[in-house]
Structure formats: structure tokens, C-alpha cells
């Protein structure tokens, strides 16, 4: 049986809307909506969507980067249940050892007056209890791992490429030691046959490390290759949460079904059909009622503009957010080449 390392129930982040010289709130902005799931030990949770649909919030509101509005967060580590969200300061900072982010761009989050050896070095000197020498020794053992030459640890972050930029981001990550990585959109910013480099690497620490992560990307084929498990977001909610092939190969919700139609295949003799969505992304400000991919779904009735959608089990492990999951016949990549 999987062990639970975190569990999150009902999370939510608003931010205030305020106008006017006294500065009166007049709204909020539902970045990440009563959002409950759970990730096993060992596991790749891939979080998906649409841009603004909730993700980056999601994972920084996880690792309390940015502060929940309401909601838990608990964290299983070393047979210990921690109440994330119930931490002071001074506790939190000693947890931070045990969860850790890779950052989206590898050109922004990278200090460049700082060489790549006092970069790596940084959080074992902020958490302290570290010497020198075994400071020295981790960061020259991380940079070897993750790809880069011990050699050039006394260059700064102008002198390498973005590829090498995101290994040196991910060895700062592990500095620590981490139970729990957030990887950011860690692969968006990318040529291809670095993505492919980076994410076999990020496979080969997951094993060797012992690491679990949530990996948040636009990307659906690097999603399927690296998830365990695939959550899909739609304006700061869970629309669907399944393991990656029976996602993939059977998805439950049509928001699911149209990400997926966009999928390229590398095949010119097989024609994919592409969902095209009508309407833009919904105003996290002003929801719809009801269901809120509703203004977009072409199979949506009367009672999904008035009736709000919560996730229901279809399946063993399949959640979804939609009235008529256990009704409706959608496409998934498998049934795109069958029908091909």
C-alpha cells in the first residue's frame, strides 16, 4: 500500500480586489479554488491547464511561498504528520529542508553575482550545521551529478546555457536533501533535446534520492512520459485526477478530451481531429455559476449553469469534476491511432 506524504484538503487562495483611495475591497480573485488531493511517496503528480488555470499557485501555496487563505496542508515525514499551514515562521524555516522548488525560468532565478559554487551552497549555509568542507564536498558531489564540470563551480550564471542553468537549479534543490520537490514549468523554457536530457535526470535523482515530486507543465506528452498520476486544472479547480494512462487513454471530462486533441502526432498519415474550445479562459474574479467550464463545453445542459460540480470517483483512482462523467464517450489518445 502507497505511503501518503502529502494530503491537502479544501486549499484555497484568494487574492483581494481593492479600488479606490481607501483601498475597499470590492472582489477576489480565486486563484486556487477548494482544491483536495493527495501525493503518495515516490510518486510524479503532473499538474496540468491551461495558462492561469491555478498551477504555479497551487505548487508555491503548497511550500507556503505564497500564504493559503484557507484550507490544510499536512505532510507525512519520517512517520511524523506535520500540519503545514499551522507552522510559525521559525518552524517553518526548519522544514524547508524537506520540500524544495524548481524554478520555471533558469535565467531569472539564478543570483548572477553569485558563482555557481556559493549558489548550490546557499541553503546549506542558511540552515546551518554545516562545515565548510562538507559544504565543499555536497555541492562539488551535486554538480557532478546533475551533468555540469566541478571545474567551472567558480563561474557565474552568464557563462552557461539554459540547459546547464536548469541543472544547476536543480542541484541547489537537492542541497538539502529534500523529501518533496515542486518542479515548475522546469522544462518549458527548453530546446527539445534538453527537455529530454533534463527529464531523464530529474528521473534518475527521483530513484536515487528517494525524491517525490509534483511536476506542473504545459506540456502534455512530457507530462505523460514523467507522471505517475495527472491532475488537470481549470480555473483554480480539479477537473480530473487519474493515473497518466488511463487519463490519456480515457479521459472522463471534455476539458481533458480537448487538451488532449491538441497532442501532436508524429505520424502524417493519422489526422487529428482538434477540439477547438469557444470562448476564452473564464475571469477568475467573476466564476460562472455552476460548473465553470460550462460556457465552453459542448456537451453542457441547464443543470450545469446552475449546479456547482465537485470530484466524484468513476473509476479506482479516476476522479472527476462533471455532471455526466459516467454518461459521456470521449476520446483520448489511444482512441485517436485506433481510429487511425
Avoid at 70 to 87: A, H
Avoid at 167 to 189: M, N, Q
Avoid at 259 to 266: E, T
Avoid at 292 to 303: D, I, L, S, T, V
Amino acid at each position: 500500500m502507497p505511503k501518503t506524504l502529502l494530503e491537502i484538503t479544501g486549499l484555497k487562495k484568494y487574492y483581494p480586489i481593492e479600488a479606490g483611495i481607501a483601498k475597499k475591497q470590492v472582489g477576489l480573485v480565486k486563484a486556487v479554488d477548494d482544491v483536495t488531493l493527495s501525493i503518495q511517496k515516490n510518486e510524479v503528480l503532473g499538474v496540468v491547464g491551461e495558462s492561469g488555470c491555478g498551477k504555479t499557485t497551487l505548487g508555491r501555496t503548497i511550500l507556503r511561498i505564497i500564504e493559503p487563505t484557507e484550507g490544510s496542508i499536512k505532510f507525512n515525514f519520517d512517520d511524523r504528520e506535520i500540519d503545514f499551514t499551522s507552522l510559525d515562521k521559525k518552524e517553518l524555516r526548519g522544514m524547508r529542508r524537506y520540500i524544495q522548488m524548481i524554478f520555471q525560468n533558469p535565467y531569472t532565478s539564478l543570483n548572477p553575482r553569485m558563482t555557481i559554487f556559493d549558489i548550490v551552497a546557499e541553503p546549506m549555509r542558511l540552515a546551518g550545521g554545516y562545515s565548510e568542507e562538507e559544504i565543499s564536498e555536497r555541492v562539488r558531489g551535486l554538480i557532478d551529478k546533475v551533468g555540469l564540470e566541478v571545474k567551472h563551480l567558480n563561474r557565474y550564471p552568464h557563462a552557461f546555457s539554459g540547459g546547464q542553468r536548469q541543472r544547476i537549479g536543480i542541484a541547489r534543490a537537492l542541497a538539502l536533501g529534500p523529501k518533496f520537490v515542486v518542479a515548475d514549468e522546469a522544462v518549458s523554457a527548453l530546446d527539445v533535446s534538453i527537455q529530454a536530457q533534463i527529464l531523464n535526470l530529474l528521473q534518475e535523482l527521483k530513484e536515487e534520492y528517494d525524491l517525490t515530486y509534483m511536476f506542473i507543465a504545459h506540456n502534455l506528452s512530457v507530462v505523460e512520459h514523467i507522471s505517475d498520476r495527472v491532475c488537470v486544472m481549470y480555473l483554480g479547480r480539479v477537473a480530473e485526477l487519474a493515473e497518466t494512462e488511463e487519463l490519456f487513454y480515457h479521459p472522463r471530462h471534455p476539458y481533458t478530451e480537448a487538451l488532449l486533441s491538441a497532442i501532436p502526432v508524429a505520424d502524417p498519415t493519422i489526422k487529428n481531429e482538434r477540439i477547438m474550445l469557444p470562448g476564452e479562459v473564464g475571469n477568475a474574479a467573476n466564476l460562472p455559476s455552476g460548473c465553470c467550464f460550462h460556457p465552453r463545453c459542448k456537451y453542457a445542459q441547464e443543470c450545469c449553469k446552475k449546479e456547482c460540480t465537485s470530484l466524484k470517483e468513476t473509476g479506482p483512482g479516476h476522479f472527476v469534476a462533471c455532471h455526466f462523467a459516467d454518461k459521456l464517450t470521449l476520446n483520448g489518445i489511444g482512441e485517436l491511432k485506433r481510429k487511425n
